[in-house]
């Protein structure tokens, strides 16, 4: 497993691979943010870990530059010496899968890197249509069906709702919609986003009684959540 880290301070740079290196990843070590964009151009990693605070560029500005190169697939955590609970949010907001606390704890840090290395290879497992409570998701197709029914969807409606099954129960924030979808950033000020939400809610009729519901909150991001554990549960793709 190929793993990226950007961290500015040699001495932790250093722990943070022997760390890893311990536990068998191959750990990429960066000291500058615009090191570890240029090597996105012709390598790829597994993982990211991303310091907060490096002197270059501001931590969410590089999460949202990663997230527009790379979307949603792989993961990254970012590290950080803040434990407030709005820094936290910032940077989940900004497109974060999770966050480690400084001081570094050696066990912790490999416990997080193992859960979303073991969730990316899951919804990365191939391009097989895959079910959600009552939908059949056909990502090479790019059809989307309820109940056995089609719905009829425009490409960055299939593209918004396919990023939603693909994340259940994940906050997706405005940012990080707007960067997967349309790789570029929307303004506050446009209705861009909102209506396509509204449209594939619509649509899709993403309802409790079809086994799912788009929670939202309008400072934070919106999350497609699975209701009914038992009947509706997310079920692993499957072969045709």
Same mark, same amino acid.
């Given at each position: 497993?190929?793993?990226?880290?950007?961290? &500015?301070?040699?001495? %932790?740079?250093?722990?943070?691979?022997?760390?890893?290196?311990?536990?068998?990843?191959?750990?990429?070590?960066?000291?500058?943010?615009?090191?570890?964009?240029?090597?996105?151009?012709?390598?790829?990693?597994?993982?990211?870990?991303?310091?907060?605070?490096?002197?270059?560029? &501001?931590?969410?500005?590089?999460?949202?530059?990663?997230?527009?190169?790379?979307?949603?697939?792989?993961?990254?955590?970012?590290?950080? *010496?803040? *434990? %407030?609970? +709005?820094?936290?949010?910032?940077?989940?907001? +900004?497109?974060?899968?999770?966050?480690?606390?400084?001081?570094?704890?050696? +066990?912790?840090?490999?416990?997080?890197?193992?859960?979303?290395?073991? $969730?990316? %290879?899951?919804?990365?497992?191939?391009?097989?249509?895959?079910?959600?409570?009552?939908?059949?998701?056909?990502?090479?197709? $790019?059809?989307?069906? @309820?109940?056995?029914?089609?719905?009829? @969807?425009?490409?960055?409606?299939?593209?918004?709702?396919?990023?939603?099954?693909?994340?259940?129960?994940? @906050?997706?924030? !405005?940012?990080?919609?707007?960067?997967?979808?349309?790789?570029?950033?929307?303004?506050?000020?446009?209705?861009?986003?909102?209506?396509?939400?509204?449209?594939? $809610?619509?649509?899709? !009729? @993403? $309802?409790?009684?079809?086994?799912?519901?788009?929670?939202?909150?309008?400072?934070?991001?919106?999350?497609?959540?699975?209701?009914?554990?038992?009947?509706?549960?997310?079920?692993?793709?499957?072969?045709?």
């Amino acid at each position: 497993m190929q793993i990226a880290s950007l961290e &500015d301070d040699l001495d %932790q740079a250093r722990h943070i691979q022997q760390v890893l290196d311990s536990a068998g990843y191959t750990c990429h070590s960066y000291q500058c943010s615009r090191d570890l964009l240029a090597a996105l151009r012709d390598q790829s990693f597994d993982l990211i870990l991303l310091d907060w605070h490096v002197p270059d560029m &501001d931590g969410d500005e590089v999460l949202r530059r990663l997230r527009a190169t790379l979307g949603m697939q792989i993961p990254i955590i970012f590290v950080t *010496s803040r *434990s %407030q609970e +709005a820094d936290l949010v910032q940077g989940l907001q +900004a497109g974060a899968d999770d966050y480690v606390v400084k001081p570094l704890r050696p +066990a912790e840090l490999l416990a997080r890197i193992a859960a979303l290395l073991r $969730r990316s %290879q899951a919804a990365q497992a191939d391009h097989n249509p895959f079910s959600v409570a009552a939908y059949r998701i056909d990502p090479t197709g $790019r059809t989307i069906t @309820l109940s056995g029914e089609a719905v009829m @969807l425009a490409p960055k409606e299939f593209e918004l709702a396919h990023l939603f099954f693909r994340n259940v129960g994940r @906050l997706l924030s !405005r940012d990080v919609l707007a960067e997967s979808v349309w790789n570029r950033e929307i303004p506050a000020t446009s209705r861009t986003l909102d209506t396509h939400l509204s449209n594939i $809610r619509q649509k899709l !009729r @993403l $309802r409790p009684e079809n086994g799912v519901r788009l929670a939202s909150s309008y400072a934070l991001g919106y999350r497609l959540e699975v209701l009914n554990d038992g009947a509706n549960a997310t079920k692993p793709p499957y072969k045709t």
